[in-house]
């Protein structure tokens, strides 16, 4: 036994650890990572090292005697095998159930018969030298255990929580049937079933290596990791805060998983791509850890093969391996490669057994297995409706929910899919990404479906556009889904889409929505009753011709997982139905109310009870939508026909206002129809707003908003930033206009709102747009003076004005004292406090300095000149906000190491002193951040004002300040400061855990 036998050693361990549940890795997702960070922790453990050197010696030296030369690649191939993988494994788990010696026993025997299959000794000689390398396993498996207790990778009190006891329980069971198997061991030859397991392999990548995205003008298969974008996983009912994981987390980490989603939403994608990257690199163990080789089964296949012969799971497996990549597995092979835990199983597809009965049967077969075959890992899919029909055995597997795509992952699936499916240039490439993303973004919940979002990218490359409104994408959608997805398939559809379909899906789709049980699913023959009830006698004379195409349309439904289709059974096995995704129920929901309501008055006196009520809100946009589209003018006369209704309540208004304004990202009315609902909105906003206006208020920030209108300021000013894009200048324009009109008209504390809600327009909503910023300064434009006198008398109009950089830092000292610095500045009207003006101050400075353009930067000096005035004025210490220290250090600390966000100033000597008093606020709050502050290297800008403030001697302090431009009183506070003598805080409580500020606009 040489060097290399030892480093084959310390691997094994090492890919054992890397994998078991348990391991705090504290950031480390890699599954290469953890190895090899792991394995650098063995080979500098020095007690374990010298384990293997005494080991190795030892077993030299009995190599020598029994071990003839030519055994010795065989040796080394068995150390580098499943079965090696699998006894470590069995000895990690025994040692943490802290078995007994016959456990032990148990894992030696399996051990020696192991071996004995490769390598050819008499049988003596064989559990000799068998016992010594078992010796050597038991060792350093319990020397790295005990490694990763001592480094706090492995807590020894919770080892049995936190692998969920069935990874113990399951590998002690597999010892245990192990032994039990040796009394009459079925002959195997492990050269061939290597062979076979190397065929199987390559065989799997050829068939899942590739996919072939839904594309209506071909059928071209791509490479899969060309065009799959890596989803991410939720774990259920997760004991952890953390439940999300990447997709490599997850296949790292798989031990027993079912794996929930929703149609179209890449179930049998992820694991194509599991079975594919197992396949072909079993040398990684990538799944779970093990060299495993990869079996999917697709149970509808599977059932009805069962349903002919009533064959296993495994004999399933075998026949497939015959019939689909023309192999016969060795005897024998099968059987032990899943004893030996050398496979994954993949169970494809839960949900397309469409039978309650036949899924809890198949059910009950996949737990047996498991029961069977416990060191297997097994992975099952099923749509997430209708699993509860049938769900496994929470104690053998955990359940996870695949989640839909972010925006990250959409934007990588459309430039994946435009890569491979067109061929242009990379700018060409990269612009077309840029506009899909634009343009799709007004369905943007639709495109998080990976099947949805396929089908968009075939609509973008055939039409070069995505429609502008949410109708025209689903009604493009559905079509493609319905006649050319079944054109492409070669399904022939009887009935006639627009006559016959159509009309009857919009009919249940409205009936559907009514009914929120019906959502969960319909029956056959209550779909059926509803069918002919719009059929009989709209489209047919005679009833029994109406159920008979009643019934057509259930079989066209049948099978189709995109648009509405059979998703499982009652107890008594009849078929349900249902729509599979929200989007398309609402969608013909709106279809069939603007079909059904024959004028734009009458959808509207339709709808209204709903939209008062804040019911049916996307179905009623739509609808208005459609009816906008296809009658003239119909949009003007709907949106007045809301903003002029009779007033009721103030909260009933301002529900229709809102209903008005968010129709504006899709219906596109005249400019005189905008500005009534701008000046609706802003009518809104100061009758909010006009609570604050009590004196109390602007003393003391309000710790919750008396305001319990179903709709917020906020909500209406999102609204208007929405709008479309053929609406957004009118839009502003009408906001410029009427604010302008308060501000220049109305009553003081009119104006003092009106002005608050300009200065926040561009801090508030969603849109940060160069029309919005400049709301602000349209609307006050031949306004200074008043706006002036608006600040000087109301402190919290003030405090915004200074934050949003309307007013000067020294023109707020002169008219409200150094106090409010430090104090929050409530919003009148929107939601929210503000973070204290020197927070914003000093966020300024130290985290995004670097983004203020010349004007800003200027603007910043001038303030930190106002603020040197105001301490020389107002000496500290200063009353603060609870938790303005903590929120202030986290700033310096946090961001002084980091000189690319700061930008390098042209400090004068008043400019310098606010800037190290900033920095004194922030030391004196946290004296711990110096330390980290003391560690930076020298640079320049606001880290190196943190780092002077940060010096240990007062000296060296002393002398670095004295070559400052400071005045000497300037000079004299901060020495006075340095060593404690001073403070800039009038007391110091415990901090809290969340910097204020995170959470502000």
């Known amino acids: 036994m040489d060097p290399l036998i030892s480093a084959m050693l310390v691997g094994l ?32 453990d020095t007690p374990l090292m010298t384990i293997l050197q005494r080991a190795t010696t030892h077993l030299g030296s009995i190599s020598e005697r029994r ?62 030298f068998g016992d010594e390398v078992f010796s050597v396993f038991y060792e350093s498996t319990q020397r790295a255990i005990a490694a990763a ?13 936190i692998l969920r006891f069935r990874v113990l329980r399951d590998e002690l069971l597999a010892i245990k049937k192990a032994v039990e198997s040796t009394i009459s061991p079925a002959p195997v030859d ?49 004991e952890t805060d953390d439940k999300s994981l990447s997709y490599d987390e997850f296949v790292s980490e798989v031990y027993r998983a079912v794996v929930l989603g929703d149609p179209g939403g890449g179930k049998s994608t992820l694991v194509a791509k599991i079975a594919s990257d197992a396949a072909a690199n079993p040398e990684e163990r990538l799944v779970g850890g093990r060299q495993a080789t990869p079996m999917l089964v697709v149970l509808r296949d599977y059932g009805t093969e069962r349903k002919k012969d009533n064959c296993s799971i495994a004999q399933f497996i075998e026949k497939r391996s015959a019939s689909t990549y023309q192999l016969v ?66 104690e053998l597997f955990e359940v996870f929910s695949l989640m839909e795509f972010d925006d990250s992952q959409v934007t990588a699936y459309v430039g994946n899919w435009f890569e491979t499916s067109t061929e242009v240039p990379n700018q060409e490439l990269r612009t077309s990404v840029t506009r899909f993303m634009e343009e799709s973004e007004i369905v943007s919940d639709l495109r998080k479906n990976p099947l949805m979002l396929a089908l968009m990218c075939n609509l973008y490359r055939g039409q070069g556009y995505i429609p502008k409104n949410r109708p025209d994408v689903y009604e493009k959608c559905a ?54 009830e719009y059929l009989f006698p709209r489209r047919f004379d005679d009833e029994n011709r109406a159920e008979h195409a009643a019934r057509d349309f259930i079989q066209f439904c049948k099978g189709r997982a995109w648009v509405f289709t059979d998703a499982g059974t009652t107890d008594d096995g009849e078929a349900l139905y249902k729509f599979t995704h929200s989007t398309f129920l609402e969608y013909f929901t709106a279809r069939y109310l603007a079909r059904k309501n024959e004028t734009a008055d009458k959808l509207v006196e339709t709808l209204l009870p709903r939209i008062l009520r804040r019911e049916w809100d996307v179905p009623a946009q739509l609808a208005f939508q459609i009816k906008s589209r296809d009658v003239e003018d119909a949009g003007d006369r709907m949106l007045r026909a809301l903003l002029e209704r009779p007033l009721g309540s103030a909260d009933e208004h301002r529900i229709l206002v809102s209903f008005a304004a968010r129709c504006l990202e899709f219906i596109v009315p005249s400019p005189a129809v905008i500005q009534q609902i701008v000046d609706a909105c802003v009518a809104c906003w100061i009758h909010i707003g006009r609570p604050s206006l009590a004196p109390s208020r602007d003393q003391v920030a309000p710790t919750e908003n008396n305001r319990p209108s179903p709709v917020d300021a906020e909500e209406l000013l999102n609204a208007l930033q929405r709008a479309t894009n053929e609406n957004q200048t009118h839009v502003v324009d009408a906001l410029v206009g009427s604010l302008a009109h308060h501000i220049k008209e109305g009553e003081d504390e009119d104006a003092r709102l009106a002005i608050e809600i300009a200065d926040q327009c561009p801090m508030f909503g969603s849109v940060s747009s160069r029309a919005w910023q400049e709301v602000a300064s349209r609307a006050t434009d031949g306004c200074d003076e008043r706006r002036a006198r608006i600040y000087r008398k109301w402190q919290t109009s003030a405090s915004i004005g200074l934050i949003v950089g309307r007013m000067g830092l020294a023109d707020f000292v002169k008219a409200h004292g150094i106090g409010p610095l430090f104090k929050s500045a409530p919003c009148s009207i929107f939601e929210g406090t503000y973070s204290p003006p020197v927070w914003w101050l000093t966020h300024q400075v130290f985290t995004y300095s670097f983004l203020l353009d010349d004007t800003q930067a200027s603007r910043l000096v001038d303030d930190l000149r106002g603020f040197a005035a105001a301490v020389a004025e107002y000496p500290p210490p200063w009353e603060w906000d609870d938790d303005l220290p903590f929120a202030i250090s986290h700033l310096v600390g946090r961001h002084a190491e980091d000189d690319g966000t700061q930008r390098p100033f042209d400090l004068d000597a008043d400019a310098l002193f606010a800037a190290l008093v900033l920095c004194a606020l922030a030391l004196e709050a946290d004296p711990d951040i ?14 190196k004002w943190a780092r002077l403030l940060s010096s240990e001697c007062q000296v060296d302090f002393e002398r670095d300040l004295s070559q400052t431009a400071l005045t000497e009183s300037q000079r004299e506070l901060l020495l006075r400061w340095s060593p404690g003598e001073a403070g800039f805080w009038t007391r110091a409580e415990p901090y809290p855990a969340t910097p204020m500020g995170q959470s502000t606009p």
């Open 930 to 943: 110096a330390k980290a502050i003391r560690g930076t290297p020298e640079a320049s800008g606001a880290t």
């Open 13 to 44: 361990t090492a890919n054992l650890i890397t994998v078991l549940p348990g391991y705090l890795w504290q950031g480390v997702k890699s599954l290469r990572e953890r190895k090899d960070l792991l394995r650098k922790t063995l080979e500098n």
């Open 479 to 532: 079509m493609m889904l319905f006649e050319r997805w079944d054109k492409s398939r070669g399904i022939h559809v009887s009935l006639p889409f627009e006559e016959h379909i159509r009309p009857t899906v919009m009919f249940l789709a409205h009936w559907v929505y009514e009914n929120p049980e019906a959502q969960e699913g319909v029956p056959e023959s209550r779909l059926v009753e509803k069918a002919v």
């Open 329 to 394: 597995p060795p005897v024998g092979a099968l059987d032990y490669m899943l004893r030996q835990g050398r496979s994954l199983v993949i169970f494809d597809g839960m949900d397309e057994l469409l039978e309650t009965s036949d899924r809890r049967e198949i059910t009950g077969a996949i737990e047996s297995f498991c029961r069977l075959y416990p060191t297997v890992p097994v992975i099952v899919t099923s749509r997430r409706v209708g699993y509860e029909q049938a769900p496994l055995d929470p």
């Open 149 to 161: 207790i001592e480094k706090g990778n492995l807590a020894a009190h919770e080892a049995q929580s």
């Open 67 to 128: 071990l003839k030369k030519e055994l010795r690649p065989a040796a080394e191939r068995f150390l580098t095998s499943p079965e090696a993988d699998m006894l470590l494994r069995r000895l990690y788990s025994s040692h943490v159930a802290q078995s007994d010696a016959e456990t032990f026993a148990g894992v030696q025997t399996t051990f020696t018969d192991a071996l004995s299959l490769y390598i050819d000794m008499e049988q003596d000689e064989a559990k000799a």
């Open 190 to 238: 492990i050269d061939d079933i290597a062979s076979f397991e190397e065929s199987y392999r390559r065989e799997v990548t050829a068939k899942y290596g590739q996919i072939t995205p839904p594309d209506f003008d071909t059928a071209k298969k791509w490479p899969i990791g060309k065009l799959y974008v890596p989803p991410t996983l939720a774990r259920l009912d997760s």
